[in-house]
């Protein structure tokens, strides 16, 4: 599997290839038992079940949380209407918002344990 996400990474544009990279590093320190999987043909990562998935756009990267709509969010950086999944748009790898990321990274995990 770490074979065709490796592959599935290498194929992306420079500008998304270095935001999955820095999400990758992210959530190997987030949430180190998390296993990287490719989920409806994105990478995703997942404990019990999904905990965040990637999905691509020609101007940014999503990263959306399964169960985000349960998430406090104290940085104010999710977006979604739907009775689960939340989101946050990254369009340069410099400008990611670590902290607020690996707050609810760090909530995923914890939800995911219920």
């Known amino acids: 599997m770490a074979r065709d996400i490796d592959e599935?990474?290498?194929?992306?544009?420079?500008?998304?290839r270095d935001i999955v990279a820095a999400l990758?590093?992210?959530?190997?320190?987030?949430a180190p038992d998390a296993r990287?999987?490719?989920s409806?043909?994105?990478?995703?990562?997942?404990?019990?079940?999904?905990?965040?998935?990637v999905?691509?756009?020609?101007?940014?990267?999503t990263f959306a949380f399964a169960r985000g709509a349960e998430f406090t969010d104290d940085?104010?950086?999710?977006?979604?209407?739907?009775?689960?999944?939340?989101?946050?748009?990254?369009?340069k790898a410099d400008s990611l918002p670590r902290?607020?990321?690996?707050?609810?990274?760090r909530q995923a995990v914890l939800l995911d344990r219920t």
């Open 8 to 16: 599935y990474v290498g194929r992306l544009p420079a500008d998304q």
């Open 24 to 30: 990758r590093d992210l959530m190997r320190t987030c």
């Open 36 to 38: 990287e999987v490719i």
């Open 40 to 53: 409806r043909g994105s990478l995703a990562w997942q404990g019990d079940r999904i905990l965040a998935i």
């Open 55 to 61: 999905s691509l756009s020609k101007t940014h990267v």
């Open 75 to 91: 940085h104010g950086l999710l977006d979604g209407i739907g009775k689960a999944t939340r989101h946050v748009k990254i369009k």
């Open 99 to 105: 902290a607020a990321l690996g707050d609810y990274v």
